[in-house]
């Protein structure tokens, strides 16, 4: 399961960058915008996901032998694949922030090109893609809540 939106804004970089007269129109700085808020939200879920499985590290091993351990085990499984999934995600919407804000059109192209090869791989079937689900459900929960962090504007870019 691929990023949808980060797929999208990485062909809207490749078709700005291909463009080269694409200059700060609005177009541009929508995108610019939008490449902002979803590496915003991608790293926030990423760093999340790494925090919630460092802690399920240490009750893994807490509840070892207890009637708990499977539950928190399975738990654990999720939790790693969850951040697999956020960190590879995260990845790839930096370096399509990255594409949105270069300089130059060859640099903003070479980090386009960058973002699609850094995509999430296709989860596999089960904890894999249940994992990716919920990621892509956190990241349209997060992009679509008004009160989140890295939907406020950006004072610079405006």
């Known amino acids: 399961m691929r990023n949808p939106k ?3 804004l990485a062909a809207a970089v490749l078709a700005c960058t291909a ?3 694409c200059g700060e129109n609005a177009e541009k700085k929508q995108a610019r915008e939008q490449a902002r808020r979803t590496a915003c939200v991608a790293s926030e879920l990423a760093l999340d996901a790494k925090v919630r499985l460092a802690q399920l590290d240490t009750q893994v091993v807490q509840m070892q032998g207890s009637p708990l351990e499977q539950v928190t085990t399975a738990g654990h ?3 790693a694949a969850y951040r697999t999934y956020a960190d590879a995600a995260s ?4 370096l399509a922030d990255s ?8 640099d903003s192209a070479r980090y386009a090109t960058m973002a699609q090869r850094a995509q999430p791989p296709a989860p596999q079937p089960g904890v894999e893609e249940n994992a990716a689900r919920r990621f892509e459900g956190d990241v349209r929960e997060a992009m679509n809540n008004p009160d989140h962090p890295c939907n406020k ?3 610079d870019d405006s």
Do not use: G, I, N, P
Not at 91 to 94: I, L, S, V
Not at 99 to 106: E, G, H, L
């Open 19 to 21: 463009l080269a007269a």
């Open 6 to 8: 980060l797929m999208a």
């Open 77 to 79: 499984v999720f939790a």
């Open 153 to 155: 504007k950006d004072s």
């Open 99 to 106: 594409a949105a804000f270069a300089r130059s059109s060859t």
């Open 91 to 94: 990845r790839a919407a930096d």
